[in-house]
Nanobody
C-alpha cells in the first residue's frame, strides 16, 4: 500500500522557519522524483519544489532562495526547509512522488504564517 505521510506543518510568524517532512512507503522511493505542491485558500494547487533521484533540485520562483528540498533515500523521507516565511506562503503543503505516468500524493500538512 502506497503512503505519503506529511508532518511538521504549523503556525509561525512572518520571517520564521519551518521544515515539513514526508515519509514514504509502499513503492521504490529511490526511483521516484519527489516534490512538494501547495494550495492556498481560494487558489489552485501550485508547484513548490522538486528533487530528482540524482539530487537535482528545482523550485518555483516565489520560493527560490528561501526554500530547500532534500531527500534521504535510506529512510524514504523528503523534507522542505522553509526560511523567511511570508503570509503568502500560507497553504496546505502536499508531498508528491512521480515516475513516468505514475504519481502519488499525500494528504497534506497545513502551514499558516501570521503575526
Amino acid at each position: 500500500q502506497v503512503q505519503l505521510v506529511e508532518s511538521g506543518g504549523g503556525l509561525v510568524q512572518p520571517g520564521e522557519s519551518l521544515t515539513p517532512s514526508c515519509e514514504a512507503s509502499g513503492f521504490t522511493f529511490s526511483d521516484f522524483k519527489m516534490g512538494w505542491y501547495r494550495q492556498a485558500p481560494g487558489k489552485e494547487r501550485e508547484f513548490v519544489a522538486g528533487i530528482f533521484p540524482d539530487l537535482t533540485t528545482y523550485y518555483a520562483p516565489s520560493v527560490k532562495d528561501r526554500f530547500t528540498i532534500s531527500r534521504q533515500d535510506d529512510n524514504k523521507t523528503v523534507r522542505l526547509q522553509m526560511n523567511s516565511l511570508k503570509s503568502e506562503d500560507t497553504a496546505v503543503y502536499y508531498c508528491t512522488a512521480f515516475r513516468g505516468s505514475v504519481d502519488y500524493w499525500g494528504q497534506g500538512t497545513r502551514v499558516t504564517v501570521a503575526s
